[in-house]
Nanobody, 121 residues
């Protein structure tokens, strides 16, 4: 069993910052890729940022220059530092990951439960 648990969401004023964390636990040998998605009310889920197995970071155009994804592989944790937040960043943010389990099986498309981020104007 593998679990992803997000934390760090909350209410912040426009221009403020938040740091989201996602901790993976369970029978994990290594993490291939981790990413953050978000779903705003009435909108489809969208990719915000991803960190590939080679530690390459990719970002949605809407967050480039404001958000930074980082990983601590020793802690099986991915972070999303969000600066200069805007009301349009309001959404539920989800962590997504792909792993290699301790038995060598590749696991894909695991999701956390989500954490709410609300940015007031």
């Amino acid at each position: 069993q593998v679990q992803l648990v997000e934390s760090g969401g909350g209410l912040v004023q426009a221009g403020g910052s938040l740091r989201l964390s996602c901790v993976a636990s369970g029978r994990i040998f290594s993490i291939n890729a981790m990413a953050w998605y978000r779903r705003a009310p009435g909108k489809q889920r969208e990719l915000v940022a991803e960190s590939t197995s080679g530690s390459t970071a990719n970002y949605a155009d809407s967050v480039k220059g404001r958000f930074t994804i980082s990983r601590d592989n020793a802690k099986n944790t991915v972070y999303l530092q969000m600066n200069s937040l805007k009301p349009e960043d309001t959404a539920v943010y989800y962590c997504n990951a792909a792993f290699i389990a301790t038995n060598g099986v590749h696991l894909y498309d695991y999701w956390g439960q989500g954490t709410q981020v609300t940015v007031s104007s």
